[in-house]
Antibody
């Protein structure tokens, strides 16, 4: 069965970086793109960006351009999302989600990133 | 950028009620509209894609309709497990996506 398993919770200081992983199983990793979505406490869903596992192309939300990098390691079927220059308003639950051409049909369990001094 | 606006932001309903949630896009998106359900503390779950296609395993009491800029998610008879927050998402501008702000369905 398709599974996306994310790395554990992180606590970071303002200005630091965080790298969250998402290990996929149960399907051909290269056949689907992956998006990252975050959710601040008590807030809605915010799409952060997408990576083509097939060729590494990336598209990022404009507000995160320059601070976020998404990569994949096809040898381990793992995707990564790195966010730099962290601020308090980056505190959120971060999800990876498998994206076909349209919808996100499978999601990771979420990784809580807390930014606090 | 395409903006998605849901209404209402929250609603109160009882088991057995018919519930309707609307989603409006800032420009025409054809039928590139998806719906998700999120329960407290859980990841979102895909319910409907391409405006009206039910994802595998989703109960038939859920249905979606609409095209262009106006879309609707309907729960024909609300069940206890349906109390959750629902989000629409446009996939017209892939590979970029936008979510609506969410509609919380609460117990009346």
């Amino acid at each position: 069965q398709v599974q996306l398993v994310q790395s554990g919770a992180e606590v970071k200081k303002p200005g630091a970086s965080v790298k969250v992983s998402c290990k996929a199983s149960g399907y051909i990793f290269r056949s689907y793109g992956l998006s990252w979505v975050r959710q601040a406490p008590g807030q809605g869903l915010e799409w952060m960006g997408w990576i083509s596992v097939y060729n590494g192309d990336t598209y990022y939300a404009q507000k995160l351009q320059g601070r976020v990098t998404m990569t994949t390691d096809t040898s381990t079927s793992t995707a990564y999302m790195e966010l730099r220059s962290l601020r308090s308003d980056d505190t959120a639950l971060y999800y990876c989600a498998r994206g076909g051409t349209t919808a996100f049909d499978f999601w990771g369990q979420g990784t809580l990133v807390t930014v606090s001094s | 950028d395409i903006q998605m606006t849901q209404s209402p932001s929250s609603l109160s309903a009882s088991v057995g009620d018919r519930v309707t949630i609307t989603c409006r896009a800032s420009q025409s998106i054809g039928r590139f509209l998806n719906w998700y359900q999120q329960k407290l503390g859980k990841a979102p779950k895909l319910l409907i894609y391409s405006a009206s296609t039910l994802q595998s395993g989703v109960p038939s009491r859920f249905s979606g309709s609409g095209s262009g800029t106006d879309f609707t998610l309907t729960i024909s008879s609300l069940q206890p497990e349906d109390f959750a927050t629902y989000y629409c998402q446009q996939s017209h501008s892939t590979p970029t996506w936008t979510f609506g702000q969410g509609t919380k369905v609460e117990v009346k």
